[in-house]
């Protein structure tokens, strides 16, 4: 059974930082891409970084230069570091997993497995 768990989430002040974890299990994670999507109220889910099976990179515009995604395979983890965070980051985010390698992709319809989800509020 595959499952993926988010966790580092939590409030933080504009220009903070905070390190998501996304722990895979049931799947092997480094073998297929993986993705980090978001969803404010009223929003639909939108696509934030992905990292493909041969470690191709792609990032919204909204994230890119601030946000970075990566992987441990060893722990076959998946993490989203996020820096000099805006209040509009503020929303769910969600870690998935699709059955496909390669290229990345920032499309949700694109994935298969989706995590609970961890809350990120931006504010002052």
């Known amino acids: 059974q595959v499952q993926l768990v988010e966790s580092g989430g939590g409030s933080v002040q504009p220009g903070g930082s905070l390190r998501l974890s996304c722990e895979v299990s049931?799947?092997?994670?480094?073998?297929?891409?993986m993705g980090w999507f978001r969803q404010a109220p009223g929003t639909e889910r939108e696509g934030v970084a992905s990292i493909s099976s041969v470690s191709t990179l792609t990032y919204a515009a909204a994230v890119k230069g601030r946000f970075t995604i990566s992987q441990d395979n060893a722990k076959n983890n998946l993490y989203l570091q996020m820096n000099s965070l805006k209040p509009e980051d503020t929303a769910v985010y969600y870690c998935?997993?699709?059955?496909?390698?390669?290229?990345?992709?920032?499309?949700?319809?694109?994935?298969?497995?989706w995590g609970q989800g961890t809350q990120v509020t931006v504010s002052s």
């Open positions: 998935a997993a699709g059955v496909f390698r390669h290229p990345p992709s920032l499309r949700a319809n694109d994935y298969t497995y």
């Open positions: 049931g799947f092997l994670a480094s073998s297929y891409s």
